[in-house]
């Protein structure tokens, strides 16, 4: 285990003083652009089933390995699957909720505003002069005439 801490320690340094160098931009390279590449290709669904299966082998690793043995490494992940599609629905409603709540509060602090603009333009005169009456165009004779049909 020191062995291990001493080797992380080692490129610890070298990427962090010497970052130009020829070790410290292959270390750059295969420790921080490939994996951030890796993880910029996931999706929200995929982190979080990630996350849950993480936290399911941790707990398989400290002594809660009865579901792996009962049940099976496919049934926990499918577990996992269906746990990860729960907590996605959730944060989307709690989203969408949070976006609701916020377009209230904004309609209840403009509230003051809206009715002295209001209040601004029904006491405002019209301006614009109202166009005549006109008759129709068509209408040239008082009474419609009646022809008589030849039968």
Do not use: C
């Amino acid at each position: 285990m020191v062995m291990f801490l001493g080797f992380m320690a080692a490129i610890t340094l070298v990427m962090w003083l010497a970052p130009e160098s020829a070790a410290g931009k292959a270390l750059n390279e295969q420790l921080v652009k490939k994996p951030l590449a890796a993880l910029s290709d996931l999706s929200l669904k995929q982190v979080i089933f990630w996350a849950i299966m993480a936290n399911l082998i941790a707990g398989a690793a400290f002594g809660g390995g009865e579901a792996f043995l009962l049940l099976g490494p496919e049934a926990v992940t499918g577990i996992a699957m269906d746990m990860a599609i729960y907590l996605d629905a959730v944060i989307v409603t709690y989203a969408l909720s949070a976006l609701a709540a916020a377009r209230r509060s904004m309609r209840f602090m403009l509230l003051p505003a809206t009715s002295i603009l209001r209040r601004i333009r029904s006491r405002r005169k019209r301006t614009a002069a109202r166009k005549p009456e006109r008759k129709p165009s068509n209408d040239d004779e008082p009474h419609p005439a009646f022809v008589a049909l030849a039968a």
